[in-house]
């Protein structure tokens, strides 16, 4: 399957707990996307990174979310001392390019329940 | 702040009609549009784009329309098909940029 992989696709965690979700991007991709769809709302964009760097981590919460992609293996969004409101789907995109006219193909989510 | 917006949530449409599903942007520096489709519990999928310096582009049942003038964009989607169901997500980023801003979705029903 040469899309966009996220795994777990469904998570619970109580409150308090840590959470950690990963991105294997498209073959060839090296310019990865995570953002966030809350419920009844629209998505939102939380950081992009490239291969060892974050270019822009504007839309994360500043505290107990960080984000990396090493240089081997899958980007990782992780969430520390998780509350309800985290709850969520986490959808983690990669394109080919990192500006200008450039798509982005998601993969198909990871689902936060916090309970 | 929302500079991408889909004003109506959902939109019905008999099989066979025309579907059109309007985005409203308020940043005239964005250069690039998108527009996704979303299932239930699956993740968006690219279905057509639009750069600022075209007002229209096709693709098999799927046009883009931008009329940069207005910061309007609109997807039509001809014949409507019962696939077509699914939540349709407008995006757009920044020549310079590497966000997507993303409007918040409209329901589209195509009714057998």
């Known amino acids: 399957n040469a899309g966009v992989m996220q795994n777990p696709r469904h998570l619970v965690r109580r409150r308090g707990q840590e959470a950690r979700l990963r991105c294997s991007p498209m073959?060839?991709?090296?310019?990865v996307y995570w953002y966030r769809q809350l419920p009844e709302e629209g998505l939102k964009f939380m950081v992009y990174?490239?291969?060892?760097?974050?270019?822009?981590e504007s839309g994360m919460p500043k505290e107990r979310f960080s984000a990396e992609f090493p240089k081997e293996g899958p980007s990782i969004l992780r969430i520390q001392q998780v509350v309800r409101g985290d709850s969520a789907a986490y959808f983690c995109?990669?394109?080919?390019?990192?500006?200008?006219?450039?798509?982005?193909?998601f993969g198909e989510g990871s689902w936060l329940t916090v309970v | 702040d929302q500079q991408v917006k889909q004003n109506s949530p959902s939109l019905s449409v008999q099989e066979g009609r025309i579907s059109i599903l309007n985005c409203d942007y308020t940043?005239?520096?964005?250069?690039?549009f998108l527009w996704y489709k979303k299932y239930p519990a699956e993740g968006p999928t690219f279905l057509i784009s639009?750069?600022?310096?075209?007002d229209k582009n096709e693709d098999g049942r799927f046009t883009v329309f931008l009329n940069k003038s207005a910061k309007h964009l609109s997807l039509h989607i001809v014949p409507s098909q019962p696939g077509d169901s699914a939540v349709y997500f407008c995006?757009?980023?920044?020549?310079?940029?590497?966000?997507?801003?993303f409007g918040t979705g409209t329901s589209l029903t195509v009714i057998p």
């Open positions: 995006a757009a980023s920044l020549n310079t940029g590497n966000q997507f801003y």
């Open positions: 990174l490239q291969k060892e760097n974050i270019i822009d």
């Open positions: 639009i750069s600022s310096i075209k």
């Open positions: 073959k060839g991709h090296s310019h």
């Open positions: 940043n005239s520096m964005f250069d690039y």
């Open positions: 995109a990669s394109s080919l390019l990192g500006q200008g006219r450039n798509t982005i193909y």
